[in-house]
């Protein structure tokens, strides 16, 4: 009866420990947890890699063709994995940094030509790190 309930979005409020525990129990690939976890109104925890981070080709190529559109790929510390022309002419060379340099919020607050690019450095500053926090929290 109760795991009726559950999949039926009732009021029975388990804890995220009792769904992880019986996603694993059934077995539930990525999906099927994800929705487990909305049908209980409840944020589905993430798997964490702790494989290096790479960005496939498909995406390097549409980045590449984004040649007016300043982008970049970000991986879960806020290291720049991937870009293009337009962002590394509008924010510097990345293939010149070392790989730590190559860091959204080591470039914000330790790189004085990068500041020098934002005109309201300190609110940027400060929503970037509220949204790094945020971000990062998933990876703690």
Known sequence: ????WLEQGRDI?????????????LRLDEA???????LNNRQAPQAVSSAPECVDEP??????NLTHQP????????DVLAW?????????????LDRDE???????????????LLVDWESVARVSLAMFRADSARYA
């Open 1 to 4: 009866t109760w795991y009726t």
């Open 13 to 25: 409020r388990p804890s995220a420990q009792v769904l992880n525990t019986l996603a694993d129990a």
């Open 32 to 38: 099927e947890r994800r929705h487990l976890f909305t």
């Open 59 to 64: 995406l390097q190529r549409m980045l590449a």
């Open 71 to 78: 982008a970049y790929v970000l991986g879960r510390r806020w």
């Open 84 to 96: 293009n022309r337009a962002a590394d002419m509008l924010f510097g060379g990345y293939d010149t």
């Open 102 to 116: 190559r860091n959204i919020m080591h470039r914000l607050f330790a790189d004085p030509a990068h500041r020098k």
